[in-house]
């Protein structure tokens, strides 16, 4: 899905953000899930789409739709 910046209007690009480790950043909701996953007492993980706006420099991060 195209985003565009809110202050300058031109097209967002993707890029990658990670922890120093090289780990991938996920959200944590609070919802449980169901079936094994809820049974062990997890969160639900939701990967994130961060976007960068190439005027000004804008991060924003977008949690996927599933
Ligand atoms: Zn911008």
Excluded at 3 to 11: E, I, M, W
Excluded at 30 to 36: A, L, M, N, P, V
Excluded at 53 to 60: A, D, I, Q, T
């Amino acid at each position: 899905m195209e985003r565009r910046c809110p202050d300058c209007g031109v097209r967002m690009e993707s890029v990658t953000l990670q922890t120093n480790g090289g780990y991938e950043l996920q959200v944590i909701s609070d919802e449980k899930r169901g079936g094994i996953l809820g049974s062990l007492g997890m969160n639900e993980r939701l990967d994130i789409q961060p976007v960068v706006c190439p005027e000004c420099g804008l991060l924003r991060t977008y949690v996927e739709a599933e």
